[in-house]
Each structure stands twice: as C-alpha cells, then as structure tokens.
C-alpha cells in the first residue's frame, strides 16, 4: 500500500538557520503530493502542495519539489523564523480527485531566537 | 466562512465508557474523513463520507467505532467501549467533490484520553 517516511524529529534550528525535512514516499501510479503544519494549540493546515512530477510548491518561504524519479517532496526554508515551530506532515493522496491522505509521522520543529 | 469544527476538543473517560466525537464540515463539503493520531505516531485515515453514505470504512480499527453522517451534514465518531488504546488526536476533514484536487480542510481535533 501507499505510505510516506518523514526525517524523523525533533529539529532544533537557530533563528534564521537552513531548514530540510525529509520525506519519501511510496504509491503506485501519480499521487499528489503535500505538506501540512501543525502550530500549537491549532488543527492542521495545508502548507502546500504539487500535483505532477516536477511541480514546486511554495508558500511562506517553504518550498518543496515533486520528485519522481526519486520519490521524494522534501520540505525547505532558507531562513527560519521563530514563528515557524509547529509539527510538520508530509501527506499524499492516490491518483483521484478525493481520496484519503496517508501522512507520515509528522516532524517536530522548534526554532530558537 | 466557518471552517471545519469538532466537539469536544478533550475528553477524558475510563475504560470502557462510550464517547461520542461530533465533526462539522465546511458548508457544502461533500466529502467528510476521520483521522487518528495516536501516541505521536502518523495520522491514520479511519473512514471517509460522501455526503451520508460510507465511501471507504478501511481505517476503521474495530467494530467498537462507529461513524454517522445523518443527512449528510454533520458527523459523529462513537467509540464503545473505549479502550485504553484508542487514546489519541482524532481529526476530521472536508472536501468539495470539485474543486482544488483533495485539498482537505482540517478542524482543531480532539484529544481523547482512555484511562
């Protein structure tokens, strides 16, 4: 079946440090591909996402690449801010329009000022 | 617009009493799912709605969990009896039929304590 291995947490990065989160997946056929974040106290929201290989998704300064040929979608942020400490999940969906998400394990990140 | 909301945001029960977890999706979201994270694990899909009807029930753990969508609006998950390890982050989440491909939207959870 379908799953997801997310870099295992928890992260501990300065204000304004490099930020990777790992994740790899596993699915047959074209599955869409997202990462979701967790702020403290707050459900989870969709950070952002790629549909087709190649696709970069991007918002808040996160960016992350659809990779085919090597089943990945890591996460990335060139600076972190404080306000960015939040569980993060990577998700992907199966070839069709609404089916469930199968998520990683989630990644705990916490950035320091 | 109201997003999706669940009730309660905690609950705490000893084993084997029964709660009762209440879901309601955005307005004219189809699709409603529930999700499970337990211990700090992954989420776990548990089941998925079209309207009132079950469309994938495949997450569902046991025969102790029960899940209704009555007139395809709200949803309520019940878990009879609870067990210890049924302790966890329940999410729900709604979707329109047509629209952006999946983009689920989440409500706060509740967490749910098995004692």
């Known amino acids: 079946g379908d799953s997801v291995t997310q870099m295992e947490g928890p992260v501990t990065l300065s204000e304004e440090a490099f930020l990777t989160i790992n994740c790899t997946y596993t699915a047959t056929g074209y599955p869409s591909l997202f990462w979701y974040v967790q702020y403290p106290g707050e459900g989870l929201q969709l950070l952002l996402k790629?549909?087709?290989?190649?696709d970069k998704g991007s918002n808040k300064g996160f960016e992350a690449t659809y990779r085919k040929e090597t089943t990945s979608f890591h996460l990335e942020k060139g600076s972190v801010q404080v306000s960015d400490s939040a569980v993060y999940f990577c998700a992907l969906s199966a070839s069709g329009s609404a089916r469930q998400l199968t998520f990683g394990s989630g990644t705990q990140l916490t950035v320091l000022p | 617009e109201a997003g999706v909301t669940q009730f309660p945001s905690h609950s705490v029960i000893e084993k084997g009493q029964t709660v009762t977890l209440r879901c309601d999706p955005i307005?004219?979201?189809?699709?409603l799912y529930w999700y499970r994270r337990v211990m700090g694990k992954e989420i776990k899909f548990l089941l998925h709605?079209?309207?009132?009807?079950?469309?994938?029930e495949s997450g569902m753990p046991n025969n102790r969990f029960l899940a209704e969508r009555t007139g395809g609006t709200y949803s309520t998950l019940k878990v009879q009896p609870a067990e210890l390890e049924d302790s966890g982050v329940y999410f729900c989440a709604s979707s329109l039929i047509r629209g952006a491909r999946n983009e689920q939207f989440f409500g706060p959870g509740t967490r749910l304590t098995v004692l």
């Open positions: 790629a549909t087709k290989a190649d």
């Open positions: 307005s004219g979201h189809d699709n």
């Open positions: 709605f079209v309207k009132e009807s079950k469309q994938d």
